[in-house]
Nanobody, 122 residues
Framework: QVQVVESGGGLVQAGGSLRLSCVVH????????MNWYRKAPGKQRELVAG???????RYSDSVKGRFSIFRDNAKNTVDLQMNSLKPEDTAVYYC????????????????WGGGTQVTVSS
């Protein structure tokens, strides 16, 4: 059993901060990439930030300088620190774990969390 669970979303005023957390539950052997995506109303899902198992990170242009991603391989967690939030950051944020190998399934598999709502008011 593998389960991805996000937390930390909420309502915040523009200019404020939130920290999202994600944990991958299960008997995990390997996770290649851990990513944060978001889906805003009327927009396509987009990759916000990602981190591979070796510490390399990437960010979308719209969040560079404001968001930071932190991964803990030992705990199978990934956090997204969001600062200087803008109303356009409002979206459901999804944690994505890619290339997951577990005791129950030996082929690398992608898993998605159920999402956490982030709302930034003007």
């Amino acid at each position: 059993q593998v389960q991805v669970v996000e937390s930390g979303g909420g309502l915040v005023q523009a200019g404020g901060s939130l920290r999202l957390s994600c944990v991958v539950h299960g008997n995990i052997r390997r996770i290649d990439d851990m990513n944060w995506y978001r889906k805003a109303p009327g927009k396509q899902r987009e990759l916000v930030a990602g981190a591979n198992s070796d510490g390399r990170t990437r960010y979308s242009d719209s969040v560079k300088g404001r968001f930071s991603i932190f991964r803990d391989n030992a705990k199978n967690t990934v956090d997204l620190q969001m600062n200087s939030l803008k109303p356009e950051d409002t979206a459901v944020y999804y944690c994505n774990a890619d290339g997951v190998v577990s005791d129950s399934y030996s082929i690398g598999t992608m898993y998605w969390g159920g999402g956490t709502q982030v709302t930034v008011s003007s």
